[in-house]
């Protein structure tokens, strides 16, 4: 699929606006109904919930020790993109290894995992990135482009979709909606990974090429 998006965007469809488009579709409609529909329908009654609190942790530590290492960085934009690249949390290769090996019975776990990292890291990765692209932080605005984001929103709706539920199961039985989510979630995995694709390249300078090692090992051998 990647190599699809590659092929179509550089040697088909070279039309920049319309994988502008479609990743604009993937980031507001398709993923949050991913990630509404999941976590919604998910039976968490039964679960341990005090695991989310060593999830947490595990990101805010992880964030302290990356600060304790900021002076190494010169260039601020640098800085930011291996910060975002070391802890952002990648949803589809944790919920297909976990669904490969654990199978169904991960589902309720894999909804609550998900729900949580994906909040903390869009929190942290929009905080991040209002405080340095302003040169200081501005509470107001980090708070606002938090509040409206699609994937947080998504996380927060899902789960009072899930908590209203336990009391009013029929919310979760209207057949139409349940197809339209689940429809634009399984379409968002395949549409994301072509636009992705799209955006690949493949020229990597000495710095970019050493930037992707170390976020790739502080990433799988740290985190």
Known sequence: MLLVGWISA???IKDK???????????????PALIVYKVASADVTGIDKSFI???IAMVLILIAALRAFRFLFKDKIFWVTFVQGTFRYNSYV???ITMFYVGDSAIPAIAMITGFMILMATIIGVAMLNIYSAGSANFKTVSSNIAT???????????LI???ALYY?????????????????SASLAVSLITIGSGINIVIKRSQ???ILNCAAIKLLVF
């Open 53 to 55: 609190i060593v999830l």
């Open 169 to 185: 199961p029929v919310i979760l039985e209207i057949d139409s909606i349940n197809r339209i989510l689940d429809n634009f979630g």
């Open 10 to 12: 550089n040697y088909w």
């Open 209 to 211: 090429l050493l930037a």
């Open 149 to 159: 984001n699609p994937l947080v929103l998504a996380c927060i709706l899902g789960g």
């Open 162 to 164: 899930n908590q209203t």
């Open 94 to 96: 944790f919920i297909s």
């Open 17 to 31: 606006q319309l994988w502008e488009g479609l990743n604009k579709l993937v980031y507001y409609v398709m993923f």
